[in-house]
């Protein structure tokens, strides 16, 4: 028996406190650590960041009592608040940063880039500097600016952060000063990015880029009247989100991205009927987002309409968020393998 509910139906109610509970590593990377890493040999400076973020783990909350009032009083800090991750997909900037997470005391965060722009959007700016200025650590996965006001918002972000005495660790796939080229006037904003650069020393990983491997191949979507006899196979005694792509992808307009998580509580599977290829750029965000929480938590799709790798046009694959449809695409795919082929995500 297959309890079926519908994710279009949900509508979750997240109060501030469960909100900051959420920014915690997913259960992908729940267990790992610096031992657990392991280092290419061919590439030395994997084994380097290790020796690096372990030095910056021990700092962390070594000037206990931090804060806003303390930074008043306190002798001016000239090292840099944060430690930057630049590297290729693939290379474990994510391990990284998860290990550096678990090793560092608390209270402290963990979160991707968009989760912490939702955060802003849910709280408002003011109220998520005065949540997070009491933390000792902010990691900050997959750090990329899109617009001109996400440039803004997070250099303000981090320079207040920095000023209460609060650590921060980020990842990316692009040097902090190179924020935001190609995906609008970066030369207008060069002062607020030159502030989020100040903030952090670089450590670059080297390693393979998998983006030279190619999108990989999603499987074959299944028929519509095939989905009900391989929903009750693939998750019988399970709970699934069974939803019509379109009543989805409409319902998501509704439920801001930073309740995504709550979503989807509960959820051992999805079924998606019709899938299609989304042509609105909002939208298309939107569901990036979706894609990376079902990932995190590692929920297996089962999907008939267009293959994975169409659910973008051809235009917003080359476009200035490029890196952000790859990732879900190849996101998707993997769990739709995971859901048809048993492949593991």
């Known amino acids: 028996m297959v309890q079926i509910e519908q994710l279009a139906a949900r509508t979750p109610a997240v109060s501030v406190d469960e909100l900051l509970k959420g920014f915690y590593p997913s259960p992908r990377f729940g267990q790992v650590s610096f031992a657990s890493y392991r280092p290419d040999p061919k590439q030395p400076s994997q084994a380097h960041a290790v020796r690096e973020l372990e030095g910056f783990a021990q700092g962390v909350g070594a000037n206990d009592g931090g804060g806003l009032f303390k ?7 000239t090292s840099r608040a944060g430690i930057y ?8 900037k994510t ?41 000792k650590l902010v990691c900050i996965d997959e750090f990329e600016l899109d617009d001109p ?16 005495g609060v650590k921060l660790a980020a990842t990316s796939n692009t ?5 935001g080229d190609g995906r609008f006037a970066a030369v207008d904003f060069q002062r607020e990015i030159q502030v989020l650069a100040d903030q952090f020393d670089v450590i670059r990983i080297d390693g393979e880029d998998f983006r030279h491997r190619g999108l990989p191949t999603p499987p074959a979507p299944l028929k519509n009247s095939e989905l009900a006899a391989q929903m009750k196979a693939e998750f019988d005694g399970k709970t699934v989100a069974q939803d019509e792509f379109s009543t989805l992808i409409g319902h998501l307009a509704g439920v801001h991205p930073s309740r995504y998580r709550q979503l989807i509580d ?5 079924v998606w009927r019709n899938v299609e290829t989304i042509t609105e750029q909002a939208v298309a965000l939107r569901f990036v987002v979706l894609a990376d929480r079902l990932y995190d938590k590692d929920v297996p799709i089962l999907a008939s309409g267009v293959p994975f790798d169409k659910l973008f046009t051809d235009e917003m694959m080359h476009g200035g968020y490029t890196k ?18 048993h492949e593991p995500s």
């Open 95 to 135: 391990h990284l940063l998860a290990s550096l997470w678990h090793a560092a005391p608390g209270p402290k965060a963990f979160g991707t880039f968009v989760e912490y722009t939702n955060l802003v959007g849910a709280l408002s700016f003011r109220k998520t500097v005065e949540a997070l200025s009491h933390y």
């Open 324 to 341: 952000k449809y790859y990732r879900a695409v190849s996101r998707l795919t993997a769990l739709a393998r995971e859901g048809q082929n």
């Open 266 to 270: 509960g959820i051992d599977g999805v």
């Open 71 to 77: 930074k008043l009083f306190a002798k001016k800090d």
């Open 85 to 92: 991750l630049d590297g290729g997909f693939g290379v474990g």
């Open 149 to 164: 006001g996400d440039t803004v918002l997070m250099s303000r972000l981090m320079r207040e952060l920095a000023d209460a």
């Open 175 to 179: 040097l902090p000063g190179s924020l």
